[in-house]
């Protein structure tokens, strides 16, 4: 089955405890992208990556990294957690990019941090 | 800059009843437009899109017309399920700028009782 899929579902962690959050497609797609849901503010790009080891940043990358190194995987990590990141978290990915192509997003992250 | 505004509710409806949820989109170019939605537990899917004006996406008894001379992408249903209760997205693409994620709008909240 074609998925995207993320580890774990439901996180609680503490300020400052370095986290990844996981996350893996089985489409062979190129372009893979984490989003951050939050209420009143719809979705977010955090980053992008165009290929492996091509990534870029999107409209709220403070406080995030990413790596690519292989094409199925595009893990998300918070080197130093704060409250302000307690969020949904999507991870998402496409054949080549965004254009007019469909998006196929995970499960979500719900994440909080205390 | 790319902006989406969408209708945000929360809307509650009877079944059967009829939907519209009003989009209008700031874009420089010629966008594509999408509907996504996100079911109780679960990530985005695409619901239906359009990639030029005139355009006309259609899914599940979901309708959108892609209008360039008023900037909307409206989504539609004649006859909505209890199944139907979601949380609808539209969002767009960007043409322009190198930009490689989608714009959303901030999100509604639909329910539909039986």
């Known amino acids: 089955e074609a998925q995207v899929t993320q580890n774990p579902r439901y996180l609680i962690t503490v300020t400052g405890k370095k986290l990844t959050v996981t996350c893996s497609q089985n489409m062979n797609h190129e372009y893979m992208s984490w989003y951050r849901q939050d209420p009143g503010l719809g979705l977010r790009q955090i980053y992008y990556?165009?290929?492996?080891?091509?990534?870029d940043k999107g409209d709220v990358p403070e406080g995030y990294k990413v790596s690519r190194k292989e094409k199925r995987n595009f893990p998300l990590i918070l080197e130093s957690p704060s409250p302000n990141q307690t969020s949904l978290y999507f991870c998402?990915?496409?054949?080549?990019?965004?254009?007019?192509?469909?998006?196929?997003f995970g499960p979500g992250t719900r994440l909080l941090v205390l | 800059g790319d902006s989406v505004t969408q209708m945000e509710g929360p809307v509650t409806l009877s079944e059967e009843a009829c939907l519209t949820i009003n989009c209008t989109y700031t874009a420089t170019g010629y966008p594509s437009l999408f509907w996504y939605v996100q079911y109780p537990g679960e990530g985005l899917q695409l619901l239906l899109k359009?990639?030029?004006?005139?355009d006309k996406g259609s899914n599940k008894g979901f309708e959108a017309t892609y209008r360039k001379e008023t900037t909307s992408f409206h989504l539609e249903k004649g006859s909505v399920q209890v199944s139907d209760s979601a949380v609808y997205f539209c969002a767009l693409s960007p043409t322009q700028g190198g930009s490689e994620k989608l714009v959303f709008g901030k999100g509604m909240k639909l329910t539909v009782n039986p």
């Open positions: 359009a990639t030029k004006a005139d």
């Open positions: 990556s165009m290929n492996v080891e091509v990534t």
């Open positions: 998402a990915s496409s054949l080549y990019g965004v254009g007019e192509e469909t998006q196929y």
